[in-house]
């Protein structure tokens, strides 16, 4: 019984670490800076932007990457925007292409957009279910109440995960219908570059996924608060 138990945890640890430990293993295996490309992550976006008309959409650095359709801004963070590197290169082509989404009235993206308060409002109650669990345990001393109230802090958490895995069709539209042919017809890359590109297109894919899959285990952070 032990050993199934310590399986079974490390499945678990393996299924919620596992993606998000990919992406940032292969976004830091292909950022190596090449001198020989033609550009920075930051230069290629803005070069993308103008070829599609769209000047008007800004890049910026931020502390992450991402297209905000919202103030309608393309954010790259510091290493992405100013360095010259497969990693860079790929994630600002896949960052225009949510810029290129949202001008096109992508139906999914509008979907993200207006969807996206009702899960930060999900979590900000699932926080507040699971802070305030230990203190409805020493007023009510019910054993039952708090495991229910716990129930519903995971499935508060969990709509996050949901959300990410409904709209993740937006993310595989951006890297691989989008971002990935304006890499190869444009020649930004060698062919010989282009498989390490689709790596990074993947894992750009898979981020939001990979990181709503640990934000599950503020769970265990909040077990700890418990006294049993």
Not at 185 to 197: H, K, S, V
């Amino acid at each position: 019984m032990p050993v199934l138990l310590a399986l079974g945890a490390a499945l678990l640890f393996g299924l919620v670490f596992g993606p998000q430990w990919w992406v940032r293993r292969v976004m830091q295996r292909h950022a190596t800076e090449r001198l020989d490309l033609p550009g920075t992550g930051g230069e290629l976006a803005r070069h993308l932007l103008d070829l599609a008309r769209l000047e008007h959409v800004p890049v910026e650095i931020a502390p992450a990457d991402h297209y905000d359709p919202v103030a309608n801004v393309v954010r790259l963070s510091p290493g992405n925007h100013d360095g010259r590197s497969i990693t860079a290169v790929a994630v600002a082509a896949h960052e225009v292409a949510h810029a290129l989404q949202h001008a096109a009235g992508d139906r999914l993206l509008a979907a993200r957009v207006r969807f996206a308060p009702v899960v930060q409002g999900f979590e900000f109650a699932a926080a507040l279910v699971l802070m305030t669990a230990p203190v409805v345990l020493a007023f009510v001393h019910s054993p039952a109440l708090l495991a229910l109230q716990m129930g519903i802090g995971v499935a508060l958490l969990g709509v996050r995960l949901l959300f990410h895995f409904l709209t993740l069709p937006v993310e595989l539209d951006a890297s691989f219908r989008r971002a990935l042919p304006i890499l190869e017809t444009g020649r930004f890359l060698d062919a010989g570059d282009m498989p390490g590109a689709r790596t990074v297109l993947r894992a750009a894919a898979l981020t939001y996924v990979a990181s709503s899959l640990v934000a599950l285990v503020n769970i265990a952070r909040f077990r700890r608060l418990l006294p049993f």
